[in-house]
């Protein structure tokens, strides 16, 4: 099997740093150019075929500390995971040893059925024990724990008795994996259900989070002075959500932090700049290096 | 307050068929912004990725008959075909066969094969990789054991039949001349196209019926000696040197 030969010489933690989302139209300038950045992160689901993608990550990942990031797993399915898609996954995570691996607290799959989007969940006890035992079986197919990220989402159901806050420190505490707590779908999420951004993100467990999403969004018009925020990546972070990184990090600590950019994907030089901007903020809570004395 | 199990199922039909999104609305918080109008940002989220991932697959198709159209003829195609996996490169087999019995394509006889050959490239773009044979790997046996050989293809490789230019169509879009279209004859006698990925991106070559008769036995894993029988008066020993060269084949492990 040529997917189980491990990479050469692989960098291997995710640093407390900026990184970068990677996409094809940039993996050529990164080849060529050797940017300055601390680390990559790319879907998983982009580099499951073989050919030129996957040789051009292996050259990437011989340089670059790299995250593999999750769409279709779906952790959220009542119906459990799809077994071809989490061996496509265990194949690539042994192939490239990531630093991290994250996914969704979402769901996409039902009754075979791919839905192509990461769909919200009902926030029940029913619901938290699927995605326990979910998450418990990838961590246990991959062997290492992985992070599990909190969606941005549009619509929440009545007969939800959790906060999203609290769902997603439950099943961190329940199967010891770790959260990726993007503050662009936070605030998102909290703009769309009135909730307190600030809220969520101090009942968040400082030490489960593993890593932060930074991205930015678009405010959709939908008349009569209703507006929605949709999750696009598609445009550079806002202000706002700038402030709420700064808080996010005064919770946390300085964590690895992903700048995404899905939608009309600028030039590299455009997101090298976001990620220098979260860079600066990052040196302001990086803990000073103290050198012991041995008495 | 129902299942989840059961929501999920709900979620789907009504994700497909707005229609029967009734059941999962009355389970959806609601307020000024309606229930409707919050699932069809998902539903627009999942027609558009699906959609983005057939244009990667699709993209002379989609120049030949504009975005306009393209996005028109997925929506009902998906509709019929539901994606059953995440990896969406292996969404999309049967859109040539859509295409064959789409009315509104029908004043372009050619685009079915157009769909057919950029499925296969698109296969080929995304197939495993694995070693080449190559002729020297072959130097160490003898006459007897050389017939009797069969060989692996490359994960990659592809053969496709075709019944017009579909071929030529796809080397002058994917070149991006499109003034050349205008010189192209549709009428032609169906031909093999056979495809494979090498280093320098995807290589095709139209196959006469000989040669078809040589490389299909091969394919199919026939001993070496038997196919080359099959190809009556060409120098089948020359088509195979050809096929080494090229990297169509693979080493065992």
């Given amino acids: 099997m040529a997917l189980l030969t491990p990479s050469g010489a692989a960098p291997g933690p995710i640093p407390a740093a900026a990184g970068i989302g990677l996409r094809f139209q940039h993996h050529r300038a990164v080849i060529e150019t050797r940017p300055d950045i601390a680390w990559f992160e790319v879907h998983i689901e982009n580099y499951m075929g073989g050919g030129k993608p996957l040789e051009q990550l292996e050259t990437i990942r011989r340089d670059y500390a790299l995250s593999l990031h999750g769409v279709g797993l779906s952790l959220g399915s009542a119906d459990g995971l799809d077994a071809d898609h989490l061996e496509r996954v265990r194949r690539l995570t042994l192939r490239f040893q990531p630093g991290l691996v994250s996914e969704h607290l979402s769901w996409s799959v039902s009754a075979g059925q791919y839905l192509a989007d990461l769909l919200p969940l009902p926030l029940t006890e029913e619901a938290l024990d699927v995605v326990c035992d979910n998450v418990e079986r990838v961590q246990e197919r991959l062997k290492r724990w992985i992070l599990v990220e909190n969606p941005s989402s549009y619509l929440r159901f009545r007969h939800s008795t959790i906060p999203e806050w609290e769902f997603l420190a439950a099943v961190a505490a329940r199967t010891g994996c770790g959260i990726l707590c993007d503050v662009n779908n936070i605030f998102v999420s909290a703009s769309n259900h009135g909730w307190d951004a600030s809220r969520y993100l101090a009942a968040l467990p400082a030490g489960a989070v593993g890593e932060i999403h930074l991205a930015g969004h678009s405010l959709r018009d939908l008349g009569q002075g209703r507006t929605i925020r949709i999750d696009d990546h598609g445009s550079p972070v806002i202000p706002a959500v700038w402030r709420l990184y700064r808080e996010a990090l005064a919770h946390f600590g300085a964590l690895p932090t992903l700048i995404e950019w899905d939608t009309d994907v600028p030039p590299l030089d455009t997101l090298t700049d976001e990620a220098q901007k979260a860079e600066a903020i990052l040196d302001a809570f990086r803990v000073p290096q103290v050198h012991a004395r041995a008495s | 307050m129902p299942a989840l199990r ?243 084949f693979t080493r065992t492990a």
């Fill in chain 2, 6 to 248: 059961e929501l999920q199922r709900r979620f789907a039909r009504g994700m497909w068929s707005p229609s029967e999104s009734g059941t999962i609305e009355a389970w959806i918080e609601g307020d000024a912004i309606a229930e409707a109008d919050r699932l069809s940002i998902y539903r627009n989220t999942m027609t558009g990725v699906i959609t983005n991932a057939m244009r990667l697959t699709y993209p002379v198709v989609e120049r030949l008959v504009g975005a306009k159209f393209f996005a028109g003829a997925v929506g009902i195609f998906m509709a019929a075909n539901l994606p059953r996996s995440a990896y969406l490169n292996a969404y999309g087999a049967d859109f040539a066969a859509f295409l064959a019995g789409f009315t509104p394509a029908a004043s372009l006889p050619y685009l079915p094969d157009v769909a057919a050959l950029e499925w296969a490239v698109a296969g080929a773009a995304a197939a495993d990789d694995a070693p080449a044979l190559d002729a020297r790997d072959l130097a160490g046996f003898d006459p007897i054991a050389l017939e009797a050989l069969r060989l692996i293809p490359h994960p990659s490789l592809r053969l496709v039949r075709l019944t017009t230019p579909a071929d030529t169509i796809w080397r002058i879009l994917t070149a991006g001349d499109e003034a050349e279209l205008a010189g192209i004859t549709l009428a032609t006698e169906p031909f093999t196209v056979i495809l494979h990925r090498r280093t320098e991106g995807i290589a095709l070559r139209r196959l006469s019926e000989l040669e078809c008769a040589v490389t299909e036995p091969i394919l199919q894993g026939r001993p070496l000696g038997e196919a080359l029988m099959a190809g009556g008066g060409i120098d089948a020993v020359a088509l195979l040197a050809e096929h080494l060269a090229s990297g169509r």
